[in-house]
């Protein structure tokens, strides 16, 4: 009888030992996977809180939105991207540092749009290849020629504010 106990006792031991350690891998392998995703969720948000900002026509604002840029730019770890993001990243990450450290240091809003135009192009490279958890709309300005992401299908154009707000339309969705 005290055999059986111990040897059940045992068991018992080696069987929840192995949960254990299969629930923390389990758990190390979700939080790579949620690191991944937010790595470019962060430089997405802070690229649409730019685009928010110029709609606004706030340059003061806008300055303040690409810093923030700068820093979830800089916050990316490469190593946990997957690897066509990785790829991507490579190839556009000095133009978006360029362009965010640009629109942050200047007051000048037309020279803001003027590099929002070059950001947008990056940032639609980087989003492209990624796997928004949310559908993103490319639309497109014909006054301005210029394009420009969005989290709303309703177009509201950042290089022109409450000008011409509505002037453009939505030429793809990224799902």
């Known amino acids: 009888m005290k055999k059986s106990i111990i040897a059940l006792a045992t068991a018992l031991t080696v069987l929840f030992s192995?949960?254990?350690?299969?629930?923390?891998n389990n758990n190390s392998e979700?939080?790579?996977?949620?690191?991944?995703d937010s790595q470019l969720q962060s430089v997405y948000d802070a690229y649409f809180n730019v685009k928010d900002a110029l709609i606004k026509s706030d340059s003061k604002l806008t300055s303040a939105k690409a810093k923030d840029l700068l820093t979830a730019i800089s916050a990316v770890k490469m190593d946990?991207?997957?690897?066509?993001?990785?790829?991507?990243?490579?190839?556009?990450?000095?133009k978006l540092t360029a362009d965010a450290k640009s629109i942050s240091s200047t007051a000048d809003l037309k020279k803001q749009r003027d590099t929002f135009k070059s950001l947008s192009k990056s940032t639609y490279d980087l989003i492209k290849v990624s796997s928004p958890d949310q559908p993103i709309y490319k639309q497109y300005c014909p006054m301005a020629d210029a394009d420009w992401l969005s989290k709303e299908k309703a177009v509201k154009n950042p290089y022109y504010g409450s000008s011409m707000l509505t002037c453009g339309n939505v030429v793809e969705t990224i799902k």
């Open 18 to 24: 192995t949960n254990t350690i299969q629930a923390k």
């Open 30 to 36: 979700l939080t790579t996977i949620e690191t991944a």
């Open 80 to 94: 946990k991207l997957k690897s066509n993001e990785h790829t991507v990243w490579m190839k556009v990450v000095k």
